[in-house]
């Protein structure tokens, strides 16, 4: 059900701010979101500046949030990939572009350089995080290892990245502003096995319970008045390299 215009406060031309705080998901992922600070929050942070409406940030698991998205009980949140299932309740807002990458253990022979290999080897197994959607070209590698028995899910990207340091699997995916931020570089080998595909954006996901496709238009035109002025790119470079937080804000 939408709040009824009567109940919003419109600042200037931008978003209609609810009576009530707007509830805001967030989860640890790395650069995202860790230990209280990411770029996750940091984005949220400047869109409640700069719209002029309350926020209220609850921590979960990823796999949560969206159920709680479904309920209404949380209204948006960041660095989410737009599948099918997700648009059916949340409205979708790009902010970023990246591409996920194989991170492998250091211990796994050079000759395996493409999912196919990776399948055709019984001992390697993938670590993937509850909840967390692989997007391209991972999908149908992911399923594939699923249905053979060699996928470990587990409920946290700490836990997933600890678990990879370990020896549990041989292998995870991840994004830049992710891996970096629990693994070095030096220690294992970060490879793109689909080097001709595009990147994916990551979006800000906004609740169709509460939210009209409207509401997400004005979040929208926030996003890219944040984007156009630069205040989203030094916020990238908080967590990466600048040429990196560059590549992010292209399509």
Known sequence: MMLAPAALAQVKDGPACPPRPIVFGLYEFGGFYRAGAGLDKDVAELLSARSGCRFEYKVMMRGRIWQEMQAGRVDMTLSAIATAERKVFAHAVPYLW??????????????????ADFIASPNLRLGVARGHFPGKPFDGFVAQLRNIARIDEIDSTEQLYAMFKAGRFQAVLGTQLVYSHYLRADKVRIEDWAPALSREAANLLISKKHFSAEDARRWGLLIKEMQADGSVQRMVQRYVPPEDAARMLMP
């Open 98 to 115: 990246m591409k996920n990458m194989i991170i492998l253990s250091k211990d796994v022979s050079p000759a395996i350089r493409s999912p």
